[in-house]
């Protein structure tokens, strides 16, 4: 049983940062790709980023620039750093992977206040 665990958010003022981690039961290079989702009140869960096993990245518009994902193969961990956090960033984000089929963590909750 594959399990994502998420951790690192919380409540940050605008122009912030937050660093989330998703730590994988088993090793992420058996996932391609991994990436991260959010999910704002009342609004679909949208793709953040993705990251396939070469290391190509997809990232949303409304992130570039802002937010980078990496990976650490030893700790079986992905990670989100994210910068000049805006107001409309605040969401539930989880960690994705697929293998055969989609796999996803808790969630973990970030605010971003004005």
């Known amino acids: 049983q594959v399990q994502l665990v998420e951790s690192g958010g919380g409540l940050v003022q605008a122009g912030g940062s937050l660093r989330l981690s998703c730590a994988a039961s088993r090793s992420i290079s058996s996932f391609n790709p991994m990436g991260w989702y959010r999910q704002a009140p009342g609004k679909q869960r949208e793709l953040v980023v993705a990251?396939?096993?070469?290391?190509?990245?997809d990232y949303a518009d409304s992130v570039k620039g802002r937010f980078t994902i990496s990976t650490d193969n030893a700790k079986n961990t992905v990670y989100l750093q994210m910068n000049s956090l805006k107001p409309e960033d605040t969401a539930v984000y989880y960690c994705?992977?697929?293998?055969?089929?989609?796999?996803w963590g808790q969630g973990t909750q970030v605010t971003v206040s004005s």
């Open positions: 990251i396939s096993r070469g290391g190509t990245t």
């Open positions: 994705n992977a697929w293998n055969a089929r989609d796999y």
